[in-house]
């Protein structure tokens, strides 16, 4: 087989490739001269030097816009400086509560992301191999055409629409409304395959499932742990707060199976094996209670179920730890003083806890550890969960999402109700859209959709095994590529099987050149986030307006534009934009964000109206870097981006949720207890909290959600008004859409959503508490005989693979053939599936070749040296071809590969099956084509952290 090297594409920017590629030859074949930004020093003082005028004579009013990263979950501020309708120069802002004046690689970077000529500039489609260009309203027609043909021949679940964790808010809710409208729940978006098991597992704990505290915060923290989190190149910008809490003492602790970037500032680095995440906590819990080192008040007043991990963690004493993580029992020791002696503390992970069979197990074990030390509710300590995309947090809290619609109200038909209230519309007519068939037992309306890690599973699947009609025939990949996805093998199999695959992005992506297919591919160009404006929810829960830089470039679009279009062909636009206006076929923004202002209480998004978040937008100045709260200005006394939940009305000024569970604070203030969403007993056990929970409150006890027969109970019913008494009747909380029973409950200092402890035991769960599960494909045999995985089962519409994984394993001995352990993450050159990145010179220049790291010990066996062409083999049967990186960042027995490249699939370049001219200026093999099978038995994250694989010389 002939080996393609990931290296710029010589077809279009270069004549020679291979390691050794200089900066200067890469910037000379790439185009950019040393007038750009590649030539400045984009790090050395956080400034970029300005380009080259639009104009000939650089005449023209230059004017500055504020607008946001739109990289990684930080959100940092930048100005882009315009003249003549061109964006020619950018500056990080010095004044943005968040990042002042901070800026990474691919922050410094953004302005190349308009007018990148590696874009799609025109609809086009694949006829008979060729790209051809259409016009709008051709690839429209021909589009909803197929759409309209598939809903009559299989159904409305035979189409999918893959969301995107790019999109803005309004942009977000819109597409699941379109679905809704479409009638299926087959919609999902990439924290399906990033975040959903924290989403899960800290939502069931807590009552939330999102970062407690903020990045500011962690100036105040006694001690960091960080496990499965490399934020030193995941989330660069947050480096600066968390080195400046550990200039202010903070002991940081760095728990990864690699020693990373971050590490190297670490007080203590742990090396854990791949997929041991529970046991390590365990390790550490079993030391805090042997040492009486636990909040015991805080236990037994706020957190239930705790005697049940306290039983669970005698399984795991010091040698067992020792056993299964590599932990030693004089460190673990170690670890577990210093988080007792250092507190407040926080916890940081990110995907390399997450992406697990057992990820939603992991996340509560993080949980629970922070209800033991006590470390919740307090600035300093809770979990700072660093998302990924810049609006993964947002894309997620509005329901992109195949078990939930906006606001996480679930497919309960209450929920949807709720929902048909806020669009203004027949429920009837609502439910009229979606296949009103059983199948294996569950109604496609009420039951959850094929999540975005298995959509291919949907295409492939023998439909009577499938919860809906048919398989999927066609997909929407709008700002999602598919090379982020594991099983690469069996995703480019469903590409070319569909009917139909069409992609909605600045760049074709690998949705649009993986196949190997002739037709019906549609290539749809959709503007940048710096072509439009919206909101953009930060991984802190604050929301930020991002205003548009400059027009759409070429004949792209933006996202909300192609919706209204596509709803128009379909016969849904009349419904789907009954209370939004449109200007031509341009949604407006601002009553977007009206419209989710009138449905979306259960988190409290709410009180964010368009004209606060601009108001918070052009005062970033104002806003403390410590606390984030407005000392002054017009905003006074509110918390920057107002995150949620933001209580009430607009028109209530409630200043946003800095901290969540916080009870030192009126909920009028930003307080807050944990929630009451489990119900208020269990197998004759109290729920609810033992102490008052947010300061103020007038029951002076825990309590339940609210409903109107509670206000009615309490004596409060009158302080509603009359209009408020009739939206309110027979509502609770969350469903009354005048918010009255939300005002009046914090009137008299109450938590809308109720006052209970949070719970260690999840009964709804397969597992009630976390329990250590070996990954599937794992080396080590006789532990997965001790501790074993999941029957197989039925998840979410498809049958799933868990215990006879295990066993083929052993059977075949894969475990002996592919002996090395397997682990995926980020670099910080790239973002994501890298299509962006990776055609951007400033960043492709920084790195050029897809590697695996590899241990000097493991390549001595194999007669392996740095920068040689190996093969990883899979034990699926995949190989990629790509260079070895010697290194001692990992440990004799384990590997790493990054995440972001794409376009070589297995040893086969890609290259001949982009549209002219947007080939990336670097392509490589995409690591997901080697991961292996796995997905968390509650969500259905993906595994791609803890495989095995086999590595050869070439």
């Given at each position: 087989?002939?080996?393609?090297?990931?290296?710029?594409?010589?077809?279009?920017?270069?004549?020679?490739?291979?390691?050794?590629?200089?900066?200067?030859?890469?910037?000379?074949?790439?185009?950019?001269?040393?007038?750009?930004?590649?030539?400045?020093?984009?790090?050395?003082?956080?400034?970029?030097?300005?380009?080259?005028?639009?104009?000939?004579?650089?005449?023209?009013?230059?004017?500055?816009?504020?607008?946001?990263?739109?990289?990684?979950?930080?959100?940092?501020?930048?100005?882009?400086?315009?003249?003549?309708?061109?964006?020619?120069?950018?500056?990080?802002?010095?004044?943005?509560?968040?990042?002042?004046?901070g800026?990474?690689?691919?922050?410094?970077?953004?302005?190349h992301?308009?007018?990148?000529?590696?874009?799609?500039?025109?609809?086009?489609?694949?006829?008979?191999?060729?790209?051809?260009?259409?016009?709008?309203?051709?690839?429209?027609?021909?589009?909803?055409?197929?759409?309209?043909?598939?809903?009559?021949?299989?159904?409305?679940?035979?189409?999918?629409?893959?969301?995107?964790?790019?999109?803005?808010?309004?942009?977000?809710?819109?597409?699941?409304?379109?679905?809704?409208?479409?009638?299926?729940?087959?919609?999902?978006?990439?924290a399906?395959?990033?975040?959903?098991?924290?989403?899960?597992?800290?939502?069931?704990?807590?009552?939330?499932?999102?970062?407690?505290?903020?990045?500011?915060?962690?100036?105040?923290?006694?001690?960091?742990?960080?496990i499965?989190?490399?934020?030193?190149?995941?989330?660069?910008?947050?480096?600066?707060?968390?080195?400046?809490?550990?200039?202010?003492?903070?002991?940081?602790?760095?728990?990864?199976?690699?020693?990373?970037?971050t590490?190297?500032?670490?007080?203590?680095?742990?090396?854990?094996?791949?997929?041991?995440?529970?046991?390590?906590?365990?390790?550490?819990?079993?030391?805090?209670?042997?040492?009486?080192?636990?909040?015991?008040?805080?236990?037994?007043?706020?957190?239930?179920?705790?005697?049940?991990?306290?039983?669970?963690?005698?399984?795991?004493p010091?040698?067992?730890?020792?056993?299964?993580?590599?932990?030693?029992?004089?460190?673990?020791?170690?670890?577990?003083?210093?988080?007792?002696?250092?507190?407040?503390?926080?916890?940081?992970?990110?995907?390399?806890?997450?992406?697990?069979?057992?990820?939603?197990?992991?996340?509560?074990?993080?949980?629970i550890?922070?209800?033991?030390?006590?470390?919740?509710?307090?600035?300093?300590?809770?979990?700072?969960?660093?998302?990924?995309?810049?609006?993964?947090?947002?894309?997620?809290?509005?329901?992109?999402?195949?078990?939930?619609?906006?606001?996480?109200?679930?497919?309960?038909?209450?929920?949807?109700?709720?929902?048909s209230?806020?669009?203004?519309?027949?429920?009837?007519?609502?439910?009229?859209?979606?296949?009103?068939?059983?199948?294996?037992?569950?109604t496609?309306m009420?039951?959850?959709?094929?999540?975005?890690?298995?959509?291919?599973?949907?295409?492939?699947?023998?439909?009577?095994?499938?919860?809906?009609?048919?398989?999927?025939?066609?997909?929407?990949?709008?700002?999602?590529?598919?090379?982020?996805?594991?099983?690469g093998?069996?995703?480019?199999?469903?590409?070319?099987?569909?009917?139909?695959?069409?992609?909605?992005?600045?760049?074709p992506?690998?949705?649009?050149?993986?196949?190997?297919?002739?037709?019906?591919?549609?290539?749809?160009?959709?503007?940048?986030?710096?072509?439009?404006?919206?909101?953009?929810?930060?991984?802190?829960?604050?929301?930020?307006?991002?205003?548009?830089?400059?027009e759409?470039?070429?004949?792209?679009?933006?996202?909300?534009?192609?919706?209204?279009?596509?709803?128009?062909?379909?016969?849904?636009?009349?419904q789907?934009?009954?209370?939004?206006?449109?200007?031509?076929?341009?949604?407006?923004?601002?009553?977007?964000?009206?419209?989710?202002?009138?449905?979306?209480?259960?988190?409290?998004?709410?009180?964010?109206?368009?004209?606060?978040?601009?108001?918070?937008?052009?005062?970033?100045?104002t806003?403390?870097?410590?606390?984030?709260?407005?000392?002054?200005?017009?905003?006074?006394?509110?918390?920057?981006?107002?995150?949620?939940?933001?209580?009430?009305?607009?028109?209530?000024?409630?200043?946003?949720?800095?901290?969540?569970?916080?009870?030192?604070?009126?909920?009028?203030?930003?307080?807050?207890?944990?929630?009451?969403?489990?119900?208020?007993?269990?197998?004759?056990?109290?729920?609810?909290?033992?102490?008052?929970?947010?300061?103020?409150?007038?029951?002076?006890?825990?309590?339940?959600?609210?409903?109107?027969?509670?206000?009615?109970?309490?004596?409060?019913?009158?302080?509603?008004?009359a209009?408020?008494?009739?939206?309110?009747?027979?509502?609770?909380?969350?469903?009354?859409?005048?918010?009255?029973?939300?005002?009046?409950?914090?009137?008299?200092?109450?938590?809308?959503?109720?006052?209970a402890?949070?719970?260690?035991?999840?009964?709804?769960?397969?597992?009630?508490?976390?329990?250590?599960?070996?990954?599937?494909?794992?080396?080590?045999?006789?532990?997965?005989i001790?501790?074993?995985?999941?029957?197989?089962?039925?998840?979410?519409?498809?049958?799933?693979?868990?215990?006879?994984?295990?066993?083929?394993?052993?059977?075949?001995?894969l475990?002996?053939?592919?002996?090395?352990?397997?682990?995926?993450?980020?670099?910080?050159?790239?973002?994501?599936?890298?299509?962006?990145?990776?055609?951007?010179?400033?960043?492709?220049?920084?790195?050029?070749?897809?590697?695996?790291?590899?241990?000097?010990?493991?390549?001595?066996?194999?007669?392996?040296?740095?920068?040689?062409?190996?093969?990883?083999?899979?034990?699926?049967?995949?190989?990629?071809?790509?260079?070895?990186?010697?290194?001692?960042?990992?440990?004799?027995?384990?590997?790493?590969?990054?995440?972001?490249?794409?376009?070589?699939?297995?040893?086969?370049?890609?290259?001949?099956?982009?549209?002219?001219?947007?080939?990336?200026?670097?392509?490589?093999?995409?690591?997901?084509?080697?991961?292996?099978?796995?997905?968390?038995?509650?969500?259905?994250m993906?595994?791609?952290?803890?495989?095995?694989?086999?590595?050869?010389?070439?």
């Amino acid at each position: 087989m002939k080996l393609t090297r990931s290296v710029p594409p010589k077809a279009s920017t270069c004549e020679s490739g291979g390691l050794g590629l200089n900066r200067r030859q890469f910037l000379k074949r790439a185009g950019v001269t040393s007038g750009g930004i590649a030539a400045a020093s984009m790090l050395g003082t956080g400034m970029i030097t300005k380009a080259e005028a639009a104009s000939a004579d650089g005449s023209g009013e230059i004017s500055t816009v504020r607008t946001i990263c739109s990289h990684c979950s930080v959100g940092c501020g930048v100005y882009a400086k315009v003249q003549n309708g061109v964006w020619i120069h950018q500056e990080p802002a010095f004044d943005h509560p968040i990042n002042r004046g901070g800026h990474c690689a691919k922050g410094a970077s953004l302005l190349h992301h308009t007018h990148s000529e590696k874009r799609v500039k025109y609809p086009m489609k694949l006829v008979d191999g060729q790209w051809t260009k259409l016009t709008w309203e051709e690839a429209i027609d021909q589009v909803g055409d197929l759409m309209l043909k598939i809903r009559e021949e299989s159904g409305p679940d035979s189409i999918y629409f893959m969301g995107s964790a790019k999109t803005n808010n309004e942009q977000s809710y819109l597409y699941r409304k379109l679905a809704a409208m479409w009638g299926t729940n087959n919609v999902d978006h990439s924290a399906r395959i990033c975040h959903s098991t924290t989403v899960a597992g800290v939502a069931n704990t807590w009552g939330y499932g999102a970062m407690t505290n903020s990045y500011n915060d962690m100036h105040n923290c006694k001690s960091m742990l960080f496990i499965g989190s490399n934020a030193a190149e995941a989330h660069p910008v947050a480096m600066q707060h968390i080195l400046l809490g550990k200039e202010r003492g903070a002991k940081m602790i760095v728990v990864d199976p690699r020693f990373t970037r971050t590490a190297a500032h670490a007080d203590e680095y742990v090396h854990i094996r791949p997929g041991t995440d529970i046991p390590f906590i365990y390790g550490l819990l079993w030391h805090i209670f042997e040492n009486d080192w636990q909040d015991q008040d805080f236990i037994d007043s706020r957190a239930w179920g705790m005697e049940a991990i306290r039983e669970e963690i005698k399984n795991y004493p010091p040698d067992e730890v020792e056993l299964i993580t590599s932990v030693g029992e004089k460190q673990m020791y170690r670890v577990a003083k210093t988080l007792a002696d250092h507190r407040p503390g926080t916890i940081v992970w990110c995907m390399g806890g997450t992406q697990h069979t057992i990820g939603n197990a992991n996340t509560r074990a993080y949980c629970i550890l922070q209800l033991a030390l006590g470390n919740m509710g307090v600035s300093g300590g809770g979990a700072n969960i660093f998302r990924g995309h810049d609006n993964v947090q947002g894309a997620t809290d509005f329901g992109l999402l195949f078990d939930n619609l906006p606001g996480y109200y679930g497919l309960s038909e209450g929920a949807w109700q709720h929902w048909s209230r806020v669009w203004d519309l027949d429920f009837e007519w609502v439910k009229s859209r979606f296949d009103q068939g059983s199948y294996l037992g569950d109604t496609p309306m009420f039951s959850a959709g094929i999540p975005c890690s298995r959509w291919h599973d949907g295409v492939m699947e023998d439909k009577d095994k499938i919860g809906q009609r048919d398989n999927v025939r066609m997909a929407f990949f709008l700002g999602q590529s598919v090379n982020t996805e594991t099983r690469g093998r069996e995703v480019r199999e469903a590409l070319n099987k569909m009917d139909a695959v069409v992609v909605v992005d600045p760049y074709p992506t690998m949705a649009g050149v993986m196949h190997t297919r002739k037709d019906n591919v549609f290539l749809l160009p959709a503007a940048t986030q710096f072509e439009t404006y919206g909101s953009v929810s930060n991984s802190n829960r604050s929301l930020q307006w991002r205003s548009q830089v400059v027009e759409p470039m070429f004949e792209s679009k933006p996202d909300h534009e192609i919706m209204y279009l596509l709803a128009s062909k379909v016969g849904i636009a009349e419904q789907m934009f009954k209370n939004i206006k449109v200007e031509g076929s341009v949604p407006l923004i601002e009553d977007i964000t009206r419209e989710f202002n009138r449905g979306m209480w259960t988190v409290g998004y709410t009180g964010q109206s368009p004209e606060r978040l601009k108001l918070h937008q052009e005062n970033w100045g104002t806003f403390d870097y410590e606390d984030l709260q407005a000392k002054g200005g017009p905003a006074k006394g509110e918390t920057y981006g107002l995150p949620w939940p933001c209580w009430g009305t607009p028109e209530q000024k409630h200043p946003g949720t800095h901290i969540l569970y916080d009870t030192s604070k009126n909920v009028l203030e930003g307080g807050g207890n944990f929630r009451a969403r489990f119900g208020v007993e269990y197998e004759g056990e109290n729920l609810l909290a033992s102490d008052p929970g947010s300061k103020g409150n007038e029951i002076g006890d825990g309590f339940p959600e609210f409903t109107a027969d509670m206000l009615k109970q309490l004596g409060w019913w009158d302080d509603l008004t009359a209009e408020e008494k009739v939206a309110a009747e027979g509502r609770n909380w969350k469903t009354d859409l005048s918010g009255g029973i939300q005002r009046v409950a914090m009137k008299h200092g109450c938590i809308p959503y109720g006052n209970a402890k949070a719970r260690c035991r999840v009964w709804t769960f397969p597992d009630e508490i976390p329990i250590h599960r070996e990954p599937l494909y794992t080396p080590k045999r006789e532990l997965a005989i001790k501790y074993p995985s999941y029957e197989d089962r039925q998840v979410a519409r498809l049958p799933t693979l868990y215990r006879s994984i295990q066993e083929k394993v052993r059977n075949e001995e894969l475990d002996i053939k592919f002996p090395m352990i397997l682990t995926t993450g980020r670099l910080v050159e790239y973002e994501g599936g890298g299509e962006e990145t990776r055609s951007n010179p400033w960043l492709a220049e920084l790195q050029q070749e897809m590697f695996v790291e590899i241990n000097p010990a493991d390549a001595s066996d194999r007669g392996i040296r740095d920068g040689d062409e190996v093969i990883l083999h899979s034990p699926e049967g995949a190989k990629l071809y790509i260079s070895a990186l010697v290194t001692e960042r990992v440990i004799p027995g384990e590997c790493f590969m990054p995440y972001h490249f794409a376009g070589i699939f297995e040893g086969e370049s890609l290259e001949t099956s982009y549209p002219e001219g947007t080939v990336p200026y670097v392509i490589g093999e995409s690591a997901n084509t080697a991961m292996t099978y796995g997905y968390d038995v509650v969500t259905q994250m993906q595994e791609t952290k803890a495989s095995i694989c086999q590595i050869t010389k070439v």
